[in-house]
T-cell receptor, first 116, second 111 residues
Framework: DVKVTQSSRYLVKRTGEKVFLECVQD?????MFWYRQDPGLGLRLIYF???????EKGDIPEGYSVSREKKERFSLILESASTNQTSMYLC???????????????FGPGTRLTVL | KNEVEQSPQNLTAQEGEFITINCSYS?????LHWLQQHPGGGIVSLFM???GKKKHGRLIATINIQEKHSSLHITASHPRDSAVYIC?????????????FGTGTSLTVIP
C-alpha cells in the first residue's frame, strides 16, 4: 500500500513565523504535490514537483516556497505566515508512468494550519 | 476556462437509498478522478476514468466524454458512506500531471 505521511495533523503558528510542512511518500513516486483546501473553493494546487530539485508553480504559489532535496520528501515553506494562510494543507504523490492518464494521486492525511 | 462543477453541493439521504453525484467540466479531458474525503481530512481515490464505466462494490462511476459529464452512484447507501466526494479532472491541454478539482459534494446518510 502506498503511504503518504505529513509531519503534523494540527499546527498553530503566529503571524510572521516561518512554517515548514513536510510530506514523505514511501512508493518511489516521481510526482509530488502540495494543495490547500478551503471551504467553497475545493483543492487548489500550490506547487508540484516532477523530480528531485525540480519544482513548478501551481495555481496559488504566492507566499509559499517548496523544497525537494530527496525523492521521497517534499516540503512546503511559508516564509512569513499570514492569517489568510490558515487552511487545510494536503500533500499527494503519483507515479509518472507511461500511461499518463492512469496516474492516480495518493493523498496524505492533511495538516490543519491555523495562523493567529 | 477550466471549470469543474459538482452537484449537488450537499446531499442527505436515508440509509438504503440510491445516490447520484454529478460532475461537469468545461473542456476536453484526459482523465477524471473521483475522490472520497472523510471527516478528519484523509482523501482516498475511488476511481480513475477516461471512458465508459467502472464498478467497485456498491460504487459505480460513469463518464460521457461527448457531454463532458461524469456521475458517481452509490447503491444501497450506508451511514459509513457519509463523506465529501470530490471530482478532479486533467485537461487535455495540460501536459503535466496537474488535476483541477470540484468543490465537493457533502453526503450524509441517515440510519
Amino acid at each position: 500500500d502506498v503511504k503518504v505521511t505529513q509531519s503534523s495533523r494540527y499546527l498553530v503558528k503566529r503571524t510572521g513565523e516561518k512554517v515548514f510542512l513536510e510530506c514523505v511518500q514511501d512508493m518511489d513516486h516521481e510526482n509530488m504535490f502540495w494543495y490547500r483546501q478551503d471551504p467553497g473553493l475545493g483543492l487548489r494546487l500550490i506547487y508540484f514537483s516532477y523530480d528531485v530539485k525540480m519544482k513548478e508553480k501551481g495555481d496559488i504559489p504566492e507566499g509559499y516556497s517548496v523544497s525537494r532535496e530527496k525523492k521521497e520528501r517534499f516540503s512546503l515553506i511559508l516564509e512569513s505566515a499570514s492569517t489568510n494562510q490558515t487552511s487545510m494543507y494536503l500533500c499527494a504523490s503519483s507515479f509518472e508512468g507511461l500511461a499518463r492518464s492512469t496516474d492516480t494521486q495518493y493523498f496524505g492525511p492533511g495538516t490543519r494550519l491555523t495562523v493567529l | 476556462k477550466n471549470e469543474v462543477e459538482q452537484s449537488p453541493q450537499n446531499l442527505t439521504a436515508q440509509e438504503g437509498e440510491f445516490i447520484t453525484i454529478n460532475c461537469s467540466y468545461s473542456v476536453g479531458i484526459s482523465a477524471l478522478h473521483w475522490l472520497q474525503q472523510h471527516p478528519g481530512g484523509g482523501i482516498v481515490s475511488l476511481f480513475m476514468l477516461s471512458s465508459g464505466k467502472k464498478k467497485h462494490g456498491r460504487l459505480i462511476a460513469t463518464i460521457n466524454i461527448q457531454e463532458k459529464h461524469s456521475s458517481l452512484h452509490i447503491t444501497a447507501s450506508h451511514p459509513r458512506d457519509s463523506a465529501v466526494y470530490i471530482c478532479a479532472v486533467r485537461f487535455n491541454w495540460n501536459t503535466g500531471n496537474q488535476f483541477y478539482f470540484g468543490t465537493g459534494t457533502s453526503l450524509t446518510v441517515i440510519p
